[in-house]
Structures are given as C-alpha cells and as structure tokens.
T-cell receptor, first 112, second 113 residues
Framework: GALVYQYPRRTICKSGTSMRMECQAV??????VAWYRQSPQKTFELIAL?????????EQNFTQEKFPISHPNLSFSSMTVLNAYLEDRGLYLC????????FGPGTRLTVL | QQKVQQSPESLIVPEGAMTSLNCTFS??????FAWYRQHSGKAPKALMS????GEKEEGRFTIHLNKASLHFSLHIRDSQPSDSALYLC?????????????FGGGTRLTVRP
C-alpha cells in the first residue's frame, strides 16, 4: 500500500534557528508533494506545491526564502523552516500524490 | 483565491444520531471535493471524495455535492463515539486529489455515548 513517512515527528528549535523536515513516499511515485502547516487554532494552510520537473509554487504569505523545498525524485521531498519564530510553530504535513493524495503523520515544530 | 468554509464549527450529537456537516467553496471551476477526518494529534485521513454532482455512499457515510450552489456535505448515519474527531473538507481545482487542496476550517464532532 501507499505510505508516507515524515521525519522528525517532533522537533524543538530555538527562535532564530532553522530546521529541516523530510517526507518519504513508499509504495507509489510521488509526482506531486504538497507541504501544509496547521498552526494552533487554525486549519491547514498550503505552503507550496512541488511537482517533479516543474517549478515549486508557493502560496501567498509563504516564500522560498523562508521555506526552501527540495523534491529531487519521486519518493522524497524536504522542506526547511529558516529562521524560525513563534508564528512558525505547528504541525507540518506532507501530502504526496500520484492519483490520490496521501498524508504523512506530520512534523510538529515547537519554537522556544 | 479559493475560499472554503465549514459549518458548524462544532457539533455534539448523541450516539445513533444522523450527523450532517457542511462545506461551501468559492471557485466554480473546482473539480475535486473530499472529506478528511483528523483524530487528536494525528494526521488527517481521507474519508470520501467525489468529482461530480450527486451522492456517493460508503457504509455509514454519504457525501453529497451540488456544484451549482457551491456546496457539499457529509452525512454520518448511526453516529458512533469513535466518529468523534475534527472533520475537514477540502477542495481542489484539479480533477485528482494530488494537487493543491484548500481546506475548510473544520468541524469538531463529539458523539456522546
């Protein structure tokens, strides 16, 4: 079956530092990977959509300079939160897709 | 920009009741409509999806779509305490689920035994 793993599951970083999270698709080819953030008391916001062999599209309020994404092949994607501050805390979800979208368990980021 | 809204924000129903959750969207070009369920501390899991107007039933769950009124809904028959969770509706312009999903704010459902 199709599975999506995310690493790490939880992480804590100091304000102003950066952290990288990974997304691994198993059992299918992730032609698209979407990264979402669920901030406290908010719904999921799409950060960016990455399609292999196409430019990564960032949503309004999210930039490549803040959330650089790598999607080098059909099974892996990573995203870094640069210079993290309190407002960056939340659950970061990776949604990997072939013809259906499968979510990973998320990376929960706490910023101190 | 697509706007997706859910109602109600929270709902408490007794065990065995019929539960109805609503979702409205703003972009009439939307082609994919889905409901996700998220238990506390976990990632959302897809419940059901639909592409064309009408109804689709899977077990106790029915999804109903009316594109003309920019509305779709989820109905849960014989609600169970295990159905208690955050329910999220999601809409996509593309025909398949894989691309950009816009989520609603969620409805928190509590089913009392």
């Amino acid at each position: 079956g199709a599975l999506v793993y995310q690493y790490p599951r939880r992480t804590i970083c100091k304000s102003g530092t950066s952290m990288r999270m990974e997304c691994q698709a198993v059992g299918f080819q992730a032609t698209s990977v979407a990264w979402y953030r669920q901030s406290p008391q908010k719904t999921f916001e799409l950060i960016a959509l990455s399609t292999v062999n196409s430019a990564i599209k960032y949503e309004q309020n999210f930039t490549q300079e803040k959330f650089p994404i790598s999607h080098p092949n059909l099974s892996f994607s990573s995203m870094t939160v640069l210079n993290a501050y309190l407002e960056d805390r939340g659950l970061y979800l990776c949604g990997a897709s072939d013809s259906e979208q499968y979510f990973g368990p998320g990376t929960r980021l706490t910023v101190l | 920009q697509q706007k997706v809204q859910q109602s109600p924000e929270s709902l408490i129903v007794p065990e065995g009741a019929m539960t109805s959750l609503n979702c409205t969207f703003s972009d009439s070009a939307s082609q994919y409509f889905a409901w996700y369920r998220q238990h506390s501390g976990k990632a959302p899991k897809a419940l059901m999806s639909i592409f064309s107007n009408g109804e689709k039933e899977e077990g106790r769950f029915t999804i109903h779509l009316n594109k003309a009124s920019l509305h779709f809904s989820l109905h849960i028959r014989d609600s169970q305490p295990s159905d208690s969770a955050l329910y999220l509706c999601a809409v996509s312009i593309e025909w398949y689920a894989g691309a950009k999903l816009t989520f609603g704010g969620g409805t928190r459902l509590t089913v009392r035994p």
